[in-house]
C-alpha cells in the first residue's frame, strides 16, 4: 500500500509547491510568512485512514479552472455549477490550469492518475480549498485493502455478499415480473434491465422463497437484475481471497467469514453478468 | 521431492528414512500420509458450497480464519458418497500448487494414527491389478499387516 501511494503524494505535493505556494512578494503582501507550509498528515479514522496534504499558499482559482473547462469544452458557458463540483475538473484527464510548462507541473499528466491510483485501492480524494488560504488534498484509504462493505443475501441456503459498490438497488420482485414467460427482463421506471435468477446459476437446491427479489447491479455500462431469495443486510466483509485450487471459480471474487464462522462467498458481478449472458444464450432446457 | 519419485517411476519408490505419517480411512482405503504435509486435523466444520468449482473441490470451509478448499476425494476416487459419521474428521493439509504452498481440507472417513512406515515395507506399484490412477499413487507400503497406499496428494488436488 505505501509504496502505490508514493506517486500519489509526490504528486500532491509537487501540486502544492508549484500551484498552491505563491512568491514571496504575492505572500508577503497578503499578509503571510515569506515561508510556504506544506503539512502531510495521516489520521486514523473509523475504518479508513486519512492522509492529507494541505498547504497555506494562494487556493483554487475556482474561476479559472471553471473557464479552462470551458475553453476545453467539458462545460457549456455559463452553466450553474457548485465550486466543489468545478473543481472536479482538476481530476479530468490532459486538465492544467498552469499558463506555463515549469519543471514541475503543468503539463496536464497527473491528478487523473492520482484519482485512479487512489481508486483502485478502494480509497477516494478531495479537495478543500480557501481562496487565498490554502488547499487541503484529502485521501481516504480503506485501513486494510481487504474491507469491502457488502450486501449480504440468501439464495438456496447459501449465504453470499455482493459488493455494495455495484449494488443500484434493492426490490421485490413483483408477481408480474415472476411469471416466466420465457424473457428474463424486467422493466425498472421503463429500462429494460435483463435478470438472472442466482439459484439457476449457482444451481440452489429446494423450493425459491415464495417472494424473490431483485438486486440490481452495474458493473460498466451494464446493468443485470440479480434474483435472490432473501436479502439479509449489510455486512462489512473482510476479504479472503480464493485458493488457487479455486482458480477456475470466476463467478466469485473471493469469500469472507460471517458472525458464525462460516463461510460466504463474494460475488463477482462483471463475472455473473458474462454468467447470465452465457445462460440467457442457452436454450431454455428447463423453463418449459 | 514429489515429483522426482514419480519421475523416477512408480517401480522404484526410494524412502531412505524412515517417514512418518498420518493412517486414514477414506471409503474402505487406507491412506498413509506424509505428516511433512499435515497442519493439522479438525472435526468437521459447516462447509460453503462454491458453484461453478471442481467436483472433487465442492466447497471452503473457514479454517482458523482462513477460507480453504475442501477436498472430497471420494469423488475424485470414483467412490459412493457417504454422510459423515462420529469418526469424521478433516485433515488440513499444506501442498506446493505450482510452487506455492497451497491450504486445503481433505475429508477422511476416519483418522487411525501418526505412525512411521520404514523403507524395509515400501511395495513397488503393481501396474495391473489397481483400479487406480497410478499417477494419484507415491508407492505402496504395508500396516499392520494390510496394504496401505501412500497417495500423491499435489497429482490428486491439482
Given amino acids: 500500500m505505501i509504496e502505490r501511494l508514493a506517486d500519489p503524494l509526490v504528486h500532491l505535493i509537487r501540486n502544492s509547491i508549484d500551484h498552491g505556494i505563491e512568491d514571496t512578494a504575492t505572500r508577503l503582501a497578503s499578509a503571510k510568512t515569506d515561508i510556504g507550509r506544506i503539512e502531510i498528515a495521516a489520521i486514523h479514522s473509523g475504518a479508513q485512514v486519512l492522509v492529507t496534504v494541505r498547504d497555506n499558499g494562494a487556493g483554487l482559482n475556482t474561476a479559472r479552472i471553471r473557464a479552462k473547462a470551458e475553453e476545453q469544452g467539458l462545460l457549456a458557458p455559463g452553466a450553474v455549477m457548485s465550486d466543489q463540483d468545478v473543481h472536479q475538473f482538476l481530476f479530468h484527464p490532459g486538465f492544467s490550469t498552469a499558463q506555463t510548462v515549469s519543471a514541475l507541473s503543468g503539463r496536464g499528466v497527473g491528478m487523473d492518475v492520482v484519482k485512479r491510483t487512489i481508486e483502485a485501492m478502494r480509497g477516494s480524494i478531495d479537495i478543500s480549498t480557501a481562496f487565498g488560504k490554502g488547499t487541503t488534498v484529502t485521501l481516504r484509504l480503506p485501513l486494510t485493502l481487504a474491507i469491502i462493505e457488502g450486501l449480504l443475501i440468501r439464495v438456496g441456503e447459501g449465504r453470499y455478499i455482493i459488493p455494495l459498490s455495484a449494488v443500484e438497488e434493492c426490490a421485490e420482485l413483483s408477481a408480474a415480473d415472476e411469471r416466466e414467460r420465457g424473457r428474463d427482463f424486467l422493466n425498472m421506471r421503463g429500462d429494460l434491465v435483463p435478470f438472472v435468477r442466482l439459484r439457476n446459476l449457482f444451481d440452489s437446491a429446494g423450493e425459491p422463497d415464495r417472494h424473490q427479489k431483485i438486486i440490481i447491479a452495474s458493473a460498466g455500462e451494464t446493468r443485470v437484475g440479480l434474483i435472490v431469495d432473501q436479502i439479509i443486510g449489510s455486512h462489512q466483509s473482510v476479504i479472503k481471497s480464493l485458493s488457487k485450487l479455486h482458480s477456475d471459480v470466476t463467478m466469485f471474487s473471493g469469500a469472507t467469514i460471517l458472525g458464525d464462522g462460516s463461510a460466504a462467498l463474494i460475488l463477482d458481478v462483471a463475472q455473473l453478468i458474462a454468467a447470465g449472458q452465457g445462460l440467457a444464450d442457452k436454450p431454455l432446457k428447463e423453463a418449459a | ?158
Avoid at chain 2, 514419480?6 to 519408490?13: A, K
Avoid at chain 2, 468437521?44 to 480453504?68: D, E, K, M
Avoid at chain 2, 510452487?99 to 487411525?112: F, I, N, Q, R, T
Avoid at chain 2, 503393481?126 to 499392520?144: C, Y
Fill in chain 2, 1 to 158: 521431492m514429489d515429483q522426482n519419485v514419480i519421475e523416477r517411476g512408480p517401480e522404484t519408490p526410494e524412502v531412505a528414512a524412515p517417514m512418518q505419517v498420518v493412517m486414514l480411512g477414506i471409503g474402505d482405503e487406507v491412506f498413509a500420509l506424509d505428516s511433512e504435509l499435515v497442519r493439522e486435523i479438525i472435526d468437521p466444520v459447516p462447509a460453503t458450497r462454491v458453484a461453478g468449482a471442481r467436483p472433487f473441490l465442492p466447497s471452503v470451509v473457514n479454517v482458523r480464519g482462513n477460507v480453504i478448499p475442501l477436498a472430497d476425494l471420494r469423488v475424485r476416487f470414483g467412490m459412493p458418497k457417504a454422510e459423515g459419521t462420529a469418526d469424521t474428521r478433516i485433515v488440513v493439509l499444506e501442498i506446493a500448487i505450482d510452487g506455492d504452498p497451497v491450504l486445503v481440507g481433505v475429508v477422511a472417513d476416519k483418522v487411525y494414527e501418526v505412525t512411521e512406515i520404514s523403507p524395509a515395507d515400501v511395495q513397488p506399484t503393481p501396474r495391473v491389478g489397481m483400479h487406480w490412477n497410478p499417477e494419484f499413487i507415491r508407492f505402496i507400503t504395508k500396516w499392520r499387516e494390510e496394504f496401505v497406499i501412500v497417495p500423491n496428494m499435489e497429482r490428486i488436488l491439482s
